[in-house]
């Protein structure tokens, strides 16, 4: 299965900074189908990006992702207070479909 | 509303059974595949399970293979996970979700989840 691995494990940044966190996958995605998950305590994930750079319903423009192959980032252009969350990237390219273990970002 | 809710969580010892339920609402249930996906505590989520449409066609992952059977009764829009031969590491939070359009894709939709503890 494809191992996915997200850096860093904290990015501790302040309100208006620009966010970039990395996923790199162990083998090629097929068809670039990877996805992007915001978590906030207590809640479920919430869909944000995929197909690697396309935004879900709602999502605002401040969110993107980029990448192919192995190597994959989502960058948030400038964090807003409700941004602040874990955030998980998932490929579905291949079965099974599979996770990383996540990026928390941190109010500095 | 267009949601999922699971049920049916709790605290069960090893080697027992469990039966989750997930009731959807506010869309054409029948039309989706649909997914168990679970999540340790302080971990990343783990996809579980998937069922097709109509229910004839179910895969698992290999760690409860044999032991989790996935079902879904499309007149009641409800989808279920029966767990059997439970383990301490089975201790997660189960969410029912939705794919996207494809067998394997983005999850757009997730219920809330319900609690599994395995402990003597």
């Known amino acids: 299965e494809i191992v996915l691995t997200q850096s860093p494990v904290t990015l501790s940044l302040s309100p208006g900074e620009r966010a970039t966190l990395s996923c790199r996958a162990s083998?090629?995605?097929?068809?670039?189908?990877l996805t992007w998950y915001q978590q906030k305590p207590g809640q479920a994930p919430r869909l944000l990006i995929y197909?690697?750079?396309r935004r879900a319903t709602d999502i605002p423009d401040r969110f993107s992702g980029s990448g192919s192959g192995t190597d994959f980032t989502l960058t948030i252009s400038r964090l807003e207070p409700e941004d602040f969350a874990v955030y998980y990237c998932?490929?579905?390219?291949?079965?099974?479909?599979?996770f990383g273990q996540g990026t928390k970002v941190e109010i500095k | 509303e267009v949601q999922l809710v699971e049920s049916g969580g709790g605290l069960v010892q090893p080697g027992g059974s469990l039966r989750l339920s997930c009731a959807a609402s506010?869309?054409?249930?029948?039309?989706?595949?649909m997914h168990w996906v679970r999540q340790a505590p302080g971990k990343g989520p783990v996809w579980v399970s998937r069922?097709?449409?109509?229910?004839?066609?179910?895969t698992y992952a290999d760690s409860v293979k044999g032991r989790f059977t996935i079902s879904r009764d499309n007149a009641k829009n409800t989808l279920y996970l029966q767990m059997n031969s439970l383990r301490a590491e089975d201790t997660a939070v189960y969410y029912c979700?939705?794919?996207?359009?494809?067998?394997?894709?983005?999850?757009?939709?997730w219920g809330q989840g319900t609690m599994v503890t395995v402990s003597s």
């Open positions: 069922v097709n449409s109509d229910g004839s066609s179910t």
């Open positions: 197909g690697a750079s």
């Open positions: 979700a939705r794919s996207q359009w494809l067998p394997d894709d983005a999850f757009n939709m």
């Open positions: 506010g869309f054409s249930f029948s039309d989706y595949w």
């Open positions: 083998q090629s995605v097929r068809s670039n189908h």
């Open positions: 998932q490929q579905y390219g291949s079965s099974p479909q599979t």
